[in-house]
């Protein structure tokens, strides 16, 4: 079968098993040959609001989600009263028969803003405020529904196998969500089994609960439901492709580049990566294997980043990883790390502010404020990764870029990321390559580390290395780190500094500075993970004949001005699409290039940007139906 995009969403409380039943429901369809891109919402509280996971499947490469969705599967009233008009025609919703008569006001976790438009929608067309309500909607137009009783399969099952415990354990409604939805589009049952297994290794109990509960579902769902026109029933699977989560990306890739030491304060959504790289190391160390990544959990994220700069002073590759609020507490010992030119790696998982803002949604609301973050002028790299395989090899850079410019270097990554489920290439470490700078063995006489060089890039020595004696301190210092205030060694301490700006954009490859993915009279620019609906927008306007230029930055500081200048010189509409309010990448472009932005494609809503509403937005700028300020809200 060919020419497969079909999107399922599974919704559920905070806490039910959501986030479980999309990773065994995206696990079977990459099995069985799919591409897979997920992506999960939730509130942020540990147990009760609303939480949805929607994977987007194809049998072709893609790169982000859609608006529509083709089958929902509910097991809780307030999945469908969100998302019951999201379902397009001829899709179908699977749901939970005993919530029809639940109306809107026994569900107390629904806020009073989408309530308020909900019963604004339903009055409009004189129904009353419940499940049946939306239901009849959904119906009208033309989505099939297929009611089950919930509680009825685990009483059924629990008879069946003289298991009285399945009879209320409703944790379970994750599972038979997931099976009966697998049974409706035809999977093959066997690769369902095999991912309840896998999720549930170490657990072997568990793990045949399930298998026995999603069997059971699995087949009334054959034997009871027809008609869906929508089948998954596997395509030959490509070579070397795995099923990869966005945090695991860096991850992986700090591992692989010799990140050695990762302090870091818990903070939403980069606490996941530092979790995997817990789980993940090994502390002994010999000969044929050079151990992994240490993870420490510090008390706040000022002794994080300090601990990232003293490891860094002994040699250690070392970072620490954080969001925006947490980067914030940062910012003095950045400074430190500047004038001290120690080089380290803040992984930055941006999210919705200012202040808390939203903590566990989506923004790309840091950029400018890693740019200019810390009082004074030092060098620095800011550096943005716009998908999980991406970041993976980046990762790698951006530890080569710190180690040999001896600048602290941001790497922006966002919660849109770091929460995708994705199929991607399996990473290739061999790619990855280790340069660590001027980091020396052997100290000279007379060694000082902050030596005037021709290129500006001092040598670096290593606490404890022999004759390799050196000062830091937070005061601006001679070559040896002794402080000083003469206002001529200030002045060439300035300069050798700075120069790391010139030199960075000397020495990093155009191709590591900024991807173009074509040219046209018409000529996005973007950066991060809006690069994803960006790509697929454009490819659905090419197959209509209409041609849109891309051009994803990703060395943001220093700004490659040249660089972009060159790759838009046959534009004449440029197109600033990201994720915050201010379009910060759109002013750091006028700066840098002194050319205006001619429409900017907004969202701020603290959803990730669909390639649906991306679409939709490029296409009434073809239209000249369009404001210059476009401004996405899909999402609940």
């Avoid at 499940?131 to 989505?143: P, Q, R, T």
């Avoid at 818990?266 to 993940?280: C, G, H, K, Q, R």
């Avoid at 070392?318 to 430190?336: H, I, K, N, R, V």
Wanted: hydrophobic share 35%.
């Amino acid at each position: 079968m060919t020419g497969i995009d079909f999107t399922w969403l599974i919704g559920g409380p905070q806490g039910s098993g959501v986030e479980s039943g999309a990773n065994i429901f995206s696990r079977v369809c990459a099995e069985m040959g799919y591409q897979v891109f997920g992506k999960r919402e939730f509130y942020s509280n540990i147990k009760g609001e609303h939480s949805y996971f929607a994977v987007r499947v194809s049998d072709t490469q893609i790169h982000s989600n859609l608006n529509d969705v083709t089958l929902m599967s509910s097991f809780d009233a307030e999945t469908i009263f969100r998302h019951f008009d999201e379902i397009i025609p001829g899709g179908g919703i699977i749901y939970d028969s005993d919530l029809e008569d639940i109306s809107t006001d026994t569900v107390h976790t629904l806020d009073s803003p989408f309530k308020e438009r909900l019963h604004q929608k339903l009055e409009s067309l004189g129904k009353p405020f419940t499940i049946k309500s939306v239901l009849e909607i959904a119906s009208d137009n033309g989505v099939k529904l297929y009611p089950v009783s919930f509680k009825s399969i685990l009483e059924t099952l629990s008879k069946e196998t003289d298991n009285p415990r399945l009879k209320g354990l409703v944790r379970m409604y994750n599972v038979i969500s997931v099976s009966l939805s697998l049974g409706l589009v035809k999977m093959p049952p066997d690769s369902l089994q095999t991912a309840i297994e896998n999720i549930f290794s170490k657990k072997p109990e568990i793990a045949k609960l399930n298998q026995t509960t999603s069997t059971y579902s699995y087949n009334y769902a054959t034997a009871k439901f027809e008609n869906f026109e929508h089948q998954l029933t596997g395509i030959e699977k490509q070579p070397n492709t795995i099923l990869v989560q966005g945090f695991q990306g860096t991850a992986l890739g700090k591992m692989a580049c010799g990140c050695r030491l990762q302090p870091y304060y818990p903070i939403t959504p980069a606490s996941d990566e530092s979790v995997f790289l817990e789980s993940n190391q090994n502390l002994e160390i010999f000969e044929d294997e050079p151990g992994s990544t240490t993870v420490i959990q510090t008390e706040d994220e000022i002794s994080a980043i300090g601990m990232t700069i003293g490891s860094a002073l002994t040699g250690t590759r070392s970072a620490t990883c954080t969001s925006g609020p947490g980067f914030a507490l940062m910012t003095e010992m950045l400074g430190w790390a500047g004038i001290n030119e120690v080089p380290i790696v803040i992984t930055n998982y941006q999210r919705s502010g200012p202040s808390t803002g939203l903590p566990t949604r989506h923004g790309q609301d840091d950029l400018l404020f890693s740019v200019y973050a810390g009082h004074g002028d030092f060098p620095k790299i800011v550096y943005a990764s716009g998908d999980v395989e991406e970041s993976f090899y980046d990762t790698g850079n951006v530890f080569n870029y710190a180690d040999i410019f001896q600048v602290p270097v941001i790497h922006l990554m966002d919660k849109f990321i770091a929460s995708s489920v994705v199929t991607c290439k399996r990473f290739d470490s061999e790619k990855i390559t280790v340069n660590r700078g001027k980091l020396i063995e052997k100290a000279t006489e007379n060694y000082r580390r902050f030596e005037f060089t021709e290129d500006g890039v001092s040598p670096r020595s290593r606490l404890g290395l022999d004759d390799g004696i050196f000062w830091n301190t937070g005061d601006e210092s001679d070559e040896t780190g002794h402080i000083t205030e003469d206002p001529v060694l200030r002045i060439k301490m300035m300069d050798k500094r700075m120069s790391r700006l010139d030199l960075i954009l000397k020495e990093i490859p155009d191709d590591e500075k900024a991807i173009s993915f074509g040219e046209s009279e018409y000529t996005i620019i973007s950066w991060g993970s809006s690069k994803g609906p960006i790509i697929d927008a454009i490819k659905k306007l090419k197959d209509e004949g209409i041609s849109i230029g891309f051009i994803q930055i990703k060395l943001l500081h220093p700004f490659p001005t040249e660089y972009v200048k060159s790759l838009i010189k046959n534009s004449k509409y440029i197109i600033d699409i990201e994720a915050n309010h201010s379009g910060q990448l759109g002013k750091l472009f006028k700066q840098n290039v002194l050319r205006d932005i001619d429409y900017s494609i907004l969202k701020y809503t603290g959803r990730s940007m669909t390639s649906s509403e991306v679409y939709d937005a490029l296409k009434k700028i073809i239209q000249n139906k369009a404001n210059k300020r476009e401004v996405l809200s899909h999402g609940a």
